[in-house]
């Protein structure tokens, strides 16, 4: 095995994250969980402004082909 990752500060042997590791994340938690949250309100905004969008079309400006007629048989 590679002796060099049981050497890390910031990993255990079991490869969870250590006390060093959990205190250098700390200061970045907040401004982290705050962007994840602006990108997601943010996502959860397009995709209902552009369904409300799509959702007040009513077509009916466009004109709807009638069947195609059905072509005759000829007789042999």
Excluded: C, H, W
Aim: aromatic letters at 14%; charged letters at 20%; zero cysteines.
């Amino acid at each position: 095995m590679a002796a060099g990752i049981f050497n890390s500060t910031y990993y255990g042997k079991d490869y969870r994250a250590g006390a060093a590791l959990l205190r250098a994340r700390r200061p970045y938690l907040f401004k982290n969980a705050l962007t994840g949250l602006g990108l997601v309100a943010f996502t959860i905004s397009v995709y209902a402004y552009t369904i409300r969008a799509v959702g007040q079309d009513e077509f009916s400006d466009v004109k709807v082909p009638d069947t195609p007629a059905k072509p005759q048989q000829q007789k042999q």
